[in-house]
């Protein structure tokens, strides 16, 4: 079946280095893929998506791009601030799968001044 | 101006207990979803429903039933709750079914079973 994985947490980094959090899938269709990011004590909320191979997207300084050949769609941001902290789900959408938005674990990102 | 809502926030009971959860959203979306998380923030779909009809029934215990009374309510009912219902449960809702639709989430009611 579908399936989301990501790097695990938690990351901790010092206010503007550089984020990468990796996210790779596997899936039996064409899926669509997003990042969802949720602050502490708050519902998730969409940060940015992609809905076909080389798509890039890019939200608040976020990016990522959708690569089909290496299933993965990594979450960079150049220079991270302390509101950056939360924690940060890779998701797909298959739509052979009733649609259904598989979350992967979270990632779980504290930024320090 | 709250998109989606939930109630309680904190529900605290007892084992054995019958409790519901409300969900409304004022974003005039036709699909809503129950989504259950746990203590390790894992994040998993219990229920769809699209224009108050059920299109998508994870394998969760029968104890949980939604009802969607209209196309902006999802509400979640468990019967005889146990210690492992204990998490954080998610309503949220799309524009529609689809892969491409953002969904919406509200803030989370933490269950304690106690």
Known sequence: GDSVTQMEGPVTLSEEAFLTINCTYTATGY????????????????????TKADDKGSNKGFEATY?????????EKGSVQVSDSAVYFCALSDPTSYDKVIFGPGTSL???? | DTAVSQTPKYLVTQMG????????????????YWYKQDSKKFL??????NNKELI?????????????????HLNLHINSLELGDSAVYFCASSLAAGAYNEQ??????RLTVL
Request: aromatic fraction near 12%; include cysteine.
């Open chain 1, 31 to 50: 899926p669509s893929l997003f990042w969802y990011v949720q602050y502490p004590g708050e519902g998730l909320q969409l940060l940015l998506k992609a």
């Open chain 1, 67 to 75: 690569r089909k050949e290496t299933t993965s769609f990594h979450l």
């Open chain 1, 110 to 113: 504290s930024v320090i001044p």
């Open chain 2, 17 to 32: 207990n019958d409790k519901s959860i409300k969900c409304e959203q004022n974003l005039g979306h036709d699909t809503m």
């Open chain 2, 44 to 49: 998993k779909i219990m229920f769809s429903y």
């Open chain 2, 56 to 72: 998508i029934n994870e394998t969760v215990p029968n104890r949980f039933s939604p009802k969607s009374p209209d196309k902006a």
């Open chain 2, 104 to 109: 919406f989430f509200g803030p989370g009611t």
